[in-house]
Nanobody, 117 residues
Framework: QVQLVESGGGLVQPGGSLRLSCAAS????????MGWYRQAPGKQRELVAV???????NYADSVKGRFTISRDYAKNTVSLQMNSLKPEDTAVYYC???????????WGQGTQVTVSL
């Protein structure tokens, strides 16, 4: 099993920035993908951004141009730089690790991001 530890959430004003980080430990298989999902109250969990071990990234349309995902493959970490934050970005953000060939799908505990005055 892979353990995922997230950090970096908090309260920020609209237009502000936050950086989320997630560190993976345990049996890390490749190829894999690591990414961020979010769940707002009363809504389904949704993809924010994901990056695979080949360097390919994918973003939700709602965050394109504002959020940037990055990975440190040597340290098994994934980060999410969030700029120009909006109140609708308020949610619990979850880190996810998947290694489809090995049937691995692990989630972090989540970190709260609140965008408000």
């Amino acid at each position: 099993q892979v353990q995922l530890v997230e950090s970096g959430g908090g309260l920020v004003q609209p237009g502000g920035s936050l950086r989320l980080s997630c560190a993976a430990s345990g049996n890390i298989f490749r190829p894999n993908a690591m990414g961020w999902y979010r769940q707002a109250p009363g809504k389904q969990r949704e993809l924010v951004a994901v990056a695979n071990s080949g360097g390919i990234t994918n973003y939700a349309d709602s965050v394109k141009g504002r959020f940037t995902i990055s990975r440190d493959y040597a340290k098994n970490t994934v980060s999410l730089q969030m700029n120009s934050l909006k109140p609708e970005d308020t949610a619990v953000y979850y880190c996810r690790y998947t290694a489809t060939l090995y049937a691995r799908d692990d989630w972090g505990q989540g970190t709260q991001v609140t965008v408000s005055l």
